[in-house]
């Protein structure tokens, strides 16, 4: 296709987008139509989940939103694609999967992570282990995918990701062979901006799930059967569901991780304030420890933590040793 139809195609397509706009969501007005237009058209061409394989727009969409403020454009977007595509279910969901993973790239890295999205986003210890318990005593044996093995592990999944502070990819690609189980320790090779970096993680509460998993299911190999393409969108729409009927907040996988780094810094600045005396806290040394736990590229990101942790006051806070669970 030549340069001049691929700017037609995005003409019309751009057409259709603000009338989407104007008939299914509240963005009403001209001017916001005309910036969503203008912030999906770096796309440079229309999105076609027909013939572009599921990495390759994933990576269009990560070249094109390099701003916070375009997610809200592109999530649109996807609604569009979604419901005016004419594609079949199975590729309906793949849309909305991504539709999701933009919502969680503003946790993932730098991008519209304030003190504000990290305070509304932040679960208590407690609040996770209630999070467990729902799950333990109210999902049935093979309710995730009618599989009984996924069902364990979307039932131990919110414990070891707070516990690690991993990405959902990092969790779903661990091996067996990652584990140390006599430090309790789990190597995590990092995924995306990160560059693969690898770094170490404590697991304590999680270990006696792990251990029964993987006894049970003779696990040589990659420790979850959980596939981060596949399954990623009903995990997160069942997490979401959880965390609206027990905090009245939709929480997805991503927000475990978010926890532990809220969590570790109040711990730490407040122990700080115990060792020093001092209001004022070394918060240098906090940055540098949530930054390489959570294996954070942008320094940004892990500051606007510790600015949360700063205005947070929990006495329940996350413990390195671990924290008093029901398992």
């Known amino acids: 296709m030549s340069g001049e139809e691929v700017t ?30 203008a912030w999906v058209r770096k796309l440079e061409r229309p999105l076609d989940f027909e013939e572009m394989q599921y990495g390759e727009v994933k990576r269009w969409l990560d070249m094109a939103i390099t701003n916070s403020s375009y997610g809200s454009a592109f999530k649109q977007y996807l609604s569009f694609k979604a419901r005016s595509g004419g594609y079949d279910r199975d590729t309906v969901d793949i849309i909305y999967r991504l539709k999701q993973e933009v919502d969680d790239w503003n946790l993932k890295t730098s991008r519209g992570l304030t003190k504000t999205r990290v305070i509304e986003k932040y679960l208590t ?23 009984y093995r996924k069902t364990q592990e979307y ?28 430090n309790n320790t789990i190597r995590i090779k990092g995924k995306g901006r990160d560059g693969g970096k690898v770094r170490k993680v404590n697991f304590n509460q999680s270990k006696k799930l792990l251990r029964e998993l993987v006894n049970e299911f003779d696990i040589t190999g990659e420790l979850f059967a959980l596939d981060r393409d596949s399954d990623y969108g009903a995990l997160n729409d069942r997490f979401k569901r959880v965390g609206a009927k ?31 005396g001092d209001d004022n806290p070394r918060k240098g040394e906090v940055k540098n420890q949530i930054r390489e736990y959570l294996g954070h590229d942008s320094i940004d990101t892990t500051e606007t933590y510790i600015h949360a942790a700063e205005e947070l006051s929990r006495d329940n806070i996350y413990k390195e040793g671990g924290f008093d669970l029901e398992i």
Request: include cysteine; glycine fraction near 0%.
């Open 125 to 147: 210890t407690q609040q996770v282990q209630e999070f467990h318990t729902y799950l333990k005593r109210h999902t049935r044996p093979k309710a995730f995918k009618n599989s």
């Open 246 to 276: 027990l905090f009245d907040k939709e929480s997805t996988a991503h927000w475990f991780r978010h926890s532990f780094a809220t969590n570790f810094a109040i711990m730490r600045i407040q122990e700080n304030i115990e060792e020093s």
């Open 8 to 37: 037609t195609e995005m003409d019309e397509e751009m057409q259709e987008f603000r009338e989407f706009l104007e008939r299914h969501t509240n963005v009403d007005s001209e001017r916001s139509q005309d910036m969503y237009i």
């Open 155 to 182: 039932k131990l999944l919110p414990i070891f990701l707070f516990e690690t502070a991993c990405r959902i990819e990092e969790a779903l690609g661990v091996n067996v062979n990652n584990i140390d189980w006599e």
